[in-house]
């Protein structure tokens, strides 16, 4: 399983590097996946994860290099789906933003129960919830001082479309991801930390 998660991994970056739409855009969409790659290395042999977690993460990296490929306002499938269900713009970057609360919350989960942080389901969950909403609104603030930072470079890298309530509407598919990603994956994820 390694294996191939390294390849799909790597050649996803590769193609994602390969003429992006624009390379500052690209970089700043890939840095948390490499980061998160060589956080993954370190821990590796220390404190390996569930096989559905290294698939989650390898589900957010793709998700990630494919929205520094094209920029997240112009991935083509989500052009193709604006037009046909009529959407005023191209939302693949609210897959992302879901995505940003469905993986973490899972990631999160599992360090809190191998650590034996929080004993109790229910307020395990509720903080697992508030971190992925924090990690969320996080990811907005790095995004409001890179646009300050980039000035007229920011908007393919903030995706905004001109839409108003993009930043909470971000947030809010973060928190739905973070709370589906509780109901329909802790069963499945429980019986593989029992396999660890």
């Keep these: ?115 034996g942080i929080i004993p109790f389901p229910a307020w395990r969950n509720f903080f697992i919830v508030c971190f992925c909403l924090a990690f969320s609104a996080f990811y907005e603030l790095i995004e409001w001082w890179v646009a300050i930072a980039s000035g007229e470079g920011a908007e393919a890298f903030l995706g905004t479309q001109g839409y108003i309530w993009d930043t909470q509407s971000d947030m809010a598919f973060a928190l739905l991801g973070a709370i589906m990603g509780l109901i329909f994956l802790s069963r499945l994820h429980d019986k593989q930390l029992k396999a660890l």
Excluded at 10 to 33: H, M, Q, R
Excluded at 40 to 63: E, G, S
Aim: with cysteine; aromatic share 18%; proline share 5%.
């Design 1 to 115: 399983m390694r294996n191939l998660w390294l390849v799909i991994f790597f050649g996803v970056l590769i193609w994602s590097g390969i003429n992006p739409k624009d390379y500052f855009t690209w970089f700043l969409e890939v840095v948390p996946a490499l980061i998160g790659f060589v956080v993954m290395a370190w821990t590796y042999k220390t404190f390996p994860l569930t096989p559905l977690v290294y698939t989650l993460i390898l589900m957010h990296c793709i998700i990630l290099m494919v929205g520094g490929h094209y920029t997240y306002a112009e991935v083509p499938l989500f052009d193709w789906l604006a037009e046909v269900m009529d959407w005023q713009r191209n939302n693949y970057d609210k897959v992302g933003h879901f995505a940003q609360g469905f993986v973490p919350v899972m990631v999160a989960r599992e360090i809190v129960i191998r650590k």
